[in-house]
């Protein structure tokens, strides 16, 4: 019995530490228009350099937004981005285009403004 509850304590306390390494890389990124009211349907590319964002080649990760402005990219390195966000005449340009760099192994999240 006593080697039972030490068992399960022993297991109790390497959950967190498990879980942790369960927990990859992510970014959760919300959109909004310049009056902060969440943009749905937004265009969204990431890019791992300058050059290719410059240049809009090798995307790395691409999504949409939904109806609340978000959209979340996983299993991502815990790099800096760059990112080109759209919606019909407006974008990021100008301010925004970058993202992190983003915390190993955890959520993180970012505001990115179109105008």
């Known amino acids: 019995m006593k080697k039972m509850v030490f ?15 369960l927990i990859k890389t992510q ?12 943009v749905g349907q ?4 990431l890019f791992e350099t300058e050059a290719d964002y410059t240049q809009e ?10 109806d609340k402005g978000v ?23 100008g301010g925004g285009e970058k993202v992190g760099p983003l915390e190993e192994n955890k959520f993180n999240k970012a505001t990115v403004v179109i105008q």
């Open 71 to 93: 959209v979340q990219f996983k299993r991502m390195k815990a790099i800096q981005y760059f990112l080109i966000v759209r919606k019909d005449d407006r974008d990021n340009q």
């Open 57 to 66: 080649k090798n995307v790395v990760f691409e999504g949409t937004t939904d």
């Open 42 to 45: 937004a265009s969204v590319k």
């Open 27 to 38: 970014l959760i990124l919300k959109v909004v228009d310049e009056l902060g009211n969440p």
């Open 7 to 21: 068992v399960f304590f022993a297991l109790l306390a390497a959950a967190p530490l498990a879980q942790a390494q």
